[in-house]
C-alpha cells in the first residue's frame, strides 16, 4: 500500500507493469524491511550486482547494528513486515512452505513452461527446482531456506536487474519467464492468504516473441512473433506432403501452388501487425525475410512430430511456441485488440488460413500479456503489397542483412547503406530492403524525394536534425496503447510532436521557395511537390493540443530530480550489496559490483550519513516533495497545492509557536516511520523542558506524551502537530491522486490520437530513409536509376557497393562493368541471359551479385553504383551461389546445390532476375555440365527469365551453342550470350586479373595461378602442372 510518506510518482517501470505511475517502489528506507522479510538477507555473489539470500534476524522497525552494518542507511518508512504465514490448512497435499513461495508454487504449476520469476519487495525471486536450475546459469547463487516442510532452494536478484536477467533468459536461453507481481491484498484478501499483505499474481509472460519496450531489444530490427496456421491437409502425414510436393511440381513456374498456409505476424513493440497466405514452398524464404524471433503454431501439432513444416522449421533453429485454439474464430473478433476497423473492402480479402493464424496469434500474444490490454494497427495483408520476393538463398548469399561467413551486421549490404539518424528510421530501412517493392509509383515517389534532398543537401541537413531530436515514436506510441508509458514518455512524445511541428515548418519552407519549372509554358500547373504529399500525411491538430497539453501538465524539472534520486536509490541498494559483499563475500564478488557504487560504499563502511546533492535524505527533509505534474495540471490539483502550502505555513507557525512555548529554539516537528508525528528537541533545550511528569500533571500541556528522553534529546507527541501533520499527509496523498488522474486522462488521450500519431511517425521514418539515401548517393556517387514495366535490364558502369568500398580501402579500384540484358529476340539485340566462363578470382561471381544487388537497392528507391541504370521492374530476385552442407537436415553438398535450383526453376517468373553461379559444381564434370545445362536451358525455355549464368564447365558453350540458345541464332529460344573475364600474363610470369567483362568465352581457368597464390606447396603445384601438360591443357 501507499503510505503517505512515500515520495510522488515513482518511475519504476521495470517493476510495476501497466501502473507505471502509481505502484509504489521499494525505497532505500524499506531495504531493512525488503532484507528483514522472511527472515533472510541477500548476499552479493557470483554475478555483477546479483544478491542470494542467507539468514538474518532482523527487527522490525528498530534501528539495529547488524552483521550487515545497516545502521548508517538512513531509516525511512518500513513497510510492515509480511508474516511467514503458515501453511493453508485446506490444501493438505501442499507441503507447508511459507505461503509467498506456496503461491510461487502454484504459479509454477500454472504456468509450466515458463521460468517465474516472484516479485518480493524489493527483489525477484525464484524458488524450489527452478532456483537449482537457472541459479547457476544466471550465476546467481542458490541459497537453502528452513522450513517447516525442509529445506527449499531459493535465489534472488534485486527489481532493478530485471531487465538485465530477462535479456539471459529470454534472449540468450530462449525461454519464456512468468513475471509474478505484488498486488495489495485487502483485508478480507489478507485473512484468507494467511495475513500476507500482498498477493503476487502472474502479471505478463515474456517470451522472445512478446518483448514490449525491453531495453534489451534490438532498437535497429523488428521483433516479430508469427503464427502459422496449417490446413488439416498440410498438417499431415508424409502422403499430404507428397500431395503438396505434387501440387507444387505440377504449378507454372511463378505460379505457386495454391495457397496452403496463413501466416500473421507483429510486433507488439510498434503495434504493426500482418498476414499473408502462402504455400509450403515459399514459407522458407518469407521466414528468412521477416525473422520471426518466436512462430506460434496449434498445440496440435506438437505431437506430431514429423508435420509439414517441421523440416523447415527445425533447419533454421526457429523458436516454436504451442498454444492451443482460443476461442477467436473470426476477423471480427480481432477488433477490440485493434486501434481501427478493418476495411470491409479488405476484410473480404483476408483467407480463412489468414484469419486462422490470425486468430491463434491473437489469442497467444494476449495470453502472455495477462490481461494488459493492447491497441494493434489494424492487419496489413502483404499479398495485397506490391513486393520484389527475395528467396531464402538470395537474402544469405547476397549478404543483405548479414554476412554469410561469420553472420555479422558489418560488411552487409544493410551495413553499407544505412545513414538513418533514428531507430524507426532505420527499422523502415530494413523493412524496405526486406521487401523491396514493385510498384512504379511507389519507387518513383521515393527517388523523387531523395532527388530533391540532394538538390537542397542543407534541407535533408536541416530535417535530420530535426528527427535525432524526436524520439523512437512507433515504440512510444505503442507503450501507450499496451497501457504503459509513463510521464517521461509523455514528454518524449511531446518533443517528437515539437520536432514534427518544425519538420513541417521547413518543408514548407522549402515549397515555397522551390524554384518555379522553367519550361516556357507558364500556364500549366508546376506538379505537385513530393514534399507537399508528405506534410498532407501528416495531422498535427490534436497532436499539437495533446502536446501542449503534456507540457502544461508535466513537470520536467521535478522529474528530472527524481531520477536522480532513483539513481541514488539503485546506488544505495548496489552499495548495500557492496557493503555485505566485504564484510562476507570473496575479493572476487566484490570486483563485479557497478564500480559507482563505491563512492557510497565508503560512507556507508564510514559510518556516515549519505548527504549530499541527490541523496534521498537531503530530497525528502520533511516538506521536500517532488511532483510529476505542474501545480497548474488541473484545478483541483492548483486547489489542493495551495491547500499544501497554506498547511505548511501552519506548520512553520506551528513550530514557532511551540519553540516560544517552550523556549526551544531546536525544536522540529518531524515524522517518522515507527513513530509517526513526532516533536525533537535536542541539546541545552532539552533540559528546559518540562519534565514528563510535568507534562502529565500540566493541564495545559494535556497531550504531551514522551516518547524518548536522554539528557541531551527529547522526542515527543503533541496532539496539535500530530493533526497539522496527519493533514498534511492527506493533502500530499490527495495530490497524488489528483496527479494520477491527470496521468491517466493524458495516456487516454495518446491513445486516442494513436492513429495520427502513427501516421505522423511513419512520414518521419520515411523522411529519415530517404533523407539517408540523398547522403548515401552523394557520398558514393550513386545514380537514379530509371525504372520501367518492360522486362530488360541496362546497367551501364556498374559496381559492387561493398566489394568496391571494401577494394578502396585497399587503395585498389573496382572495374566497372556493363550489363544488358534484353526480352526481345532481335539478331542485333543483347541476350536475356548472360552465360559467364573466365578464370578463377578474375570477378565472375562479383559481377553476378553485384547486379542482383543494383536492382534491389533500385527497387526500394535508392540511388544505384552505376553510370546509368534502366531496369524492368523485377518480381523476385533468385541465386543459387556458392555451396553449403547441411549435415544437420541430412543433406549433401550436391542435394543442397540441387534442392535450391529445384525452387529456383520452379518458382521464377519470366519477370524474374536469377543469378547461379557454378551450378554442378559438387559432383563430376560430366554430371555437373549436364545439369548446368539443364538449368540454363529450364531458364530460358521455360522460365524466361532474365539472368546471369556463371561457370567453369566450358563443355556449357558448346552445348548452348549446339542447341541454337545464343542470341545470334535467332528464334525464340535465342536467348544467351557469351561473356568471359580474363588473366592478362606478361613474358615474365607475371600476370593480373582483367575483371573487365568481354565477349565471348574463355576456356582457362588458370586455376594454378590461384593455388600458388593461395600457398600451395611448390611440389604440390609442380605435380597439377604435370598432370595438365600430360592432358594437353594450358596452366
Ligand atoms: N570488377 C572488379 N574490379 C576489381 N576487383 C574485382 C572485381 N571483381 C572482383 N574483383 C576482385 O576479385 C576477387 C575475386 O572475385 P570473384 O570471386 O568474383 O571471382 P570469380 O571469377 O568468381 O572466381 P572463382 O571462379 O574462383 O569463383 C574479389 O574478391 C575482388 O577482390
Ligand atoms: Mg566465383
Known sequence: MLSPR??????????????????????????????????????????????????????????????????????????????????PRDEDEEPAYPTVVLQARRNMQKFDNCVLLTRVGGFYEIYLDQANEYGPLLNIKVAQRKTSAGPISMAGFPFFQLDRFLKILVQDLNRHVAIAEEFPNDPSERIRA??????????????????????????????????????????????????????????????????????AWLDLSTGNFFTQPTTLESLGSVLSRISPREIVLDKALELKEDHAISSILQEERYLVSYCPKGELKKLEEWIPMLEGKIPVKTAKKFTDNEVDAGCLLLHYVRGRL??????????????????????????????????????????????????????SGARLLNDWLTFPSTSLEVINFRQELVARFIQDDDLGDAICTLLRRSHDSQRLVQRFALNRGDADDLLRLANTIKATEDIVTLLQAAIKSRPKKQDGNDKEEPEKDCLEEMIDRINLKQPLKLARAIRDAIDE????????????????????????????????????????????AASIKAKKPITGPGSWREIYGEDNELWTMKPGASSPLTRLHAQLKTTKEEKEKLTETLRTRFNASSLTLRWSSGLGHICHVKGKDAKSLPSPEEAD?????????????????????????????????????????????????????????????????????????????????????????VLNTATGTTIIGGRHPTVESGLADQGRTFQKNDLILSSSNQKDSTGRIWLITGPNMAGKSTFL???????????????????????????AIFSRVGSADNLFQDQSTFMVEMIETAAILRQASHRSFVIMDEVGRGTTPEDGTAVAFASLNHLVRVNKCRGLFATHFHGISDLVKEQGMRVEDGGPDGAIDMYCTDVEEDDRGGFVYVHKLRKGTNRQSHALKVAKLAGLPEQAIRVAQEVLAKSGHHY
Open 194 to 263: 494467511g495475513g500476507l499483505m500482498h498477493t503476487r499474481r502472474v502479471a505478463r509472460i515474456v517470451t522472445p516473441g512478446t518483448l514490449i519496450d525491453e531495453n534489451f531489444m534490438d532498437p535497429y530490427a523488428n521483433n516479430y512473433i508469427m503464427a502459422i496456421h496449417l490446413p488439416e491437409t498440410s498438417v499431415s502425414d508424409d502422403s499430404t506432403r507428397q500431395e503438396a510436393q505434387q501440387a507444387i511440381d505440377t504449378s507454372q513456374p511463378a505460379n505457386l501452388a495454391a495457397n496452403q498456409i496463413g501466416l
Open 849 to 875: 551479385r553485384q547486379n542482383a544487388l543494383i536492382t534491389i537497392l533500385a527497387q526500394i528507391g535508392c540511388y544505384v553504383p552505376a553510370d546509368y541504370a534502366e531496369l524492368g521492374m523485377v518480381d
Open 370 to 423: 495477462q490481461g494488459l490490454s493492447m491497441k494493434l494497427q489494424p492487419p496489413r495483408r502483404y499479398e495485397n503489397m506490391e513486393v520484389m520476393n527475395i528467396d531464402k538463398n538470395s537474402m544469405r548469399s547476397l549478404e543483405i542483412k548479414q554476412t554469410i561467413r561469420d553472420g555479422v551486421f558489418k560488411g552487409s549490404l544493410l551495413h553499407t547503406i544505412r545513414r538513418t539518424v533514428t531507430k
Open 557 to 600: 524539472e521535478g522529474l528530472v530530480q527524481q531520477h536522480q534520486l532513483e539513481d541514488s536509490e539503485t546506488g544505495e541498494m548496489i552499495a548495500l550489496a557492496q557493503e555485505i559483499v566485504k564484510a562476507e563475500g570473496t575479493d572476487e564478488d566484490g570486483l563485479i559490483i557497478p564500480k559507482k557504487a563505491a563512492p557510497l
Open 697 to 785: 500533571t500540566d493541564p495545559s500541556l494535556s497531550g504531551m506524551r514522551t516518547l524518548a528522553a536522554s539528557k541531551t534529546t527529547r522526542t515527543f507527541h503533541l496532539p496539535e502537530w500530530t493533526t497539522l501533520g496527519e493533514h498534511l499527509d492527506k493533502l500530499r496523498v490527495q495530490i497524488r491522486a489528483e496527479e494520477q488522474r491527470v496521468f491517466a486522462s493524458l495516456r487516454s488521450s495518446v491513445v486516442l490520437n494513436l492513429v495520427r500519431l502513427r501516421r505522423n511517425a511513419a512520414v518521419l521514418d520515411e523522411l529519415d530513409v530517404v533523407t539517408s539515401f540523398s547522403r548515401l548517393a552523394v557520398e558514393q556517387n550513386l545514380v537514379r536509376p
Open 6 to 87: 512515500l515520495p510522488p510518482v515513482p518511475r519504476l517501470r521495470i517493476a510495476c507493469l501497466g501502473q507505471t505511475l502509481n505502484t509504489p517502489r521499494a525505497l532505500p528506507h524499506s531495504i531493512p524491511a525488503t532484507v528483514g522479510r522472511c527472515g533472510v538477507r541477500y548476499v552479493t555473489t557470483g554475478g555483477p550486482g546479483v544478491l542470494m539470500r542467507q539468514r538474518q534476524t532482523q527487527v522490525r522497525g528498530k534501528k539495529t547494528t547488524t552483521v550487515v552494518k545497516l545502521d548508517d542507511l538512513p531509516q525511512g518508512l518500513i513497510a510492515p513486515l509480511e508474516p511467514l504465514a503458515p501453511e
